[in-house]
């Protein structure tokens, strides 16, 4: 009789590893599948996403401060890189990322598993093997964690050389002379961004009238005038619907808002629109599962399926696509599963993070949003010009808002652009998850001089009472 699992989980991205963790801390018998070659684990986000992306603009970021050494009394003489050796490095930090990964499930006495994961029955799943080898892993649960890969875009098909995806950009051996990215989200920002800092001629073009356009209106206006003003060109309001390749490079072209021919051309086209749920080969067809129109899984708050005993998270619903909610899902399906009190995820208080330069960071309700639920908004801003250690920094770009309600003061959202935007969001959720008013973060001492006392300003500046501008 084969080994029986409490809960087999089907990928090792931040959903499938997290649950198994935390499924193993609450005393379920866990396994693990993941169909990367050598067991690699982290899925997208660790070895084809957030990591790899965050150890290229953090040296993009590096290079780009040593550039402007002079403005602190400092000198680097013959500045250069050699962008083999930052691809080195980035590809280091994901194996060590990975390998942290695979630590954490012999540390959790997890069962892992490597091969293809495929649902052949109820509590059943058949894993292929690299070898041509097949195993069944009888489970009680089963947790579909497979998250998405790139969406092919008609038209603009993807070569690897000259078109590029977010997965393919990871892995060049050189910086293009120009490039145009296609889509502003956040892969865009943070691309062009890095390419951009390393000398790259980047020019952005978005569908939407602006760029980051989920993002509160104001932060996207402050972004794309930094863009603009280090070099980044912003093309927005534009539909692209044709693309030629030659040997010298790609040429894209369409409308704009008013209806004009347009044509931007460059050697490298890196198309950053359009991801899908990873699930073909994976046996729905065997449970009850049923898919929303966006081919995503429907589930219910608990991210139960529609097929007892099979859950699914992170990408693969239509909940936001990011790692940290994929974690949280993850935990909340294992906590229910081991019988322990579980609460559904407030989606209004999912942070959501670009590391782009600079930074953009955000939790909660926009001012368009909150205006459009019918509250009484009232704003509160603060810029990094006025803080103290953002020039010490020499990162003076961008600001904190503070949107919030005037009958109980309490914050609806926060939204962040500038120095250590993605860490400062922080207290934003904190404050928000135990309904804090305004005049509450205001009353709160921030330390002095720090980036973070900006947030108390905002605060402050909700009642007009900004000491510092």
Known sequence: MAEQFDVAIIGSGPGGYVAAVRGAQVGLKVAIIEKEKDMRMGGTCGLRGCIPTKALLNAAHLYEKAGHFEKFGLSVENLSFDFEKVQKYKSDVVAKNSAGVSYLMK????????????IVGK?????????????????????IATGSVVRPIPGFEVDGKQVVNSDQILELNHVPKSMIVMGSGAVGVEFASVYHRFGCDTTVIELMDRIVPLEDAEVSKELQRVFKKNGIKCETGIKLDKMTKSKSGVKVSGKNAKGEDVTFEAEMLLV???????????GLENTKVVKNPRGTLKVNEYCETDEPNVYAIGDVIDTAWLAHLASKEGCLVVEKIAGKKVEPIKHNLVPNCTYCDPE???????????????????IGKFPFSASGKARILGETDGFIKIVSEKKYDEVLGVHIIGPHATELLAEACVAMALEATAESIANTIHAHPT???????????????????
């Open 123 to 143: 509590g059943k799943i058949e894993v292929a093997m690299a070898d041509g080898k097949k195993e069944i892993v009888e489970a009680k649960n089963i947790i």
């Open 272 to 282: 950053a629109v359009g991801r899908m749920p990873y699930l073909e080969g994976l």
């Open 360 to 378: 953009v960071a955000s939790v909660g309700l926009t001012e368009a949003k909150a205006k459009e639920a019918g509250y009484d908004v009232k």
């Open 451 to 469: 980036v973070s006392e900006s947030m108390m300003e905002a605060a402050e500046g909700v009642h007009d009472l900004t000491i510092h501008l």
């Open 107 to 118: 540390k959790n006495k997890v069962t892992t598993f490597n091969g293809f994961g495929k």
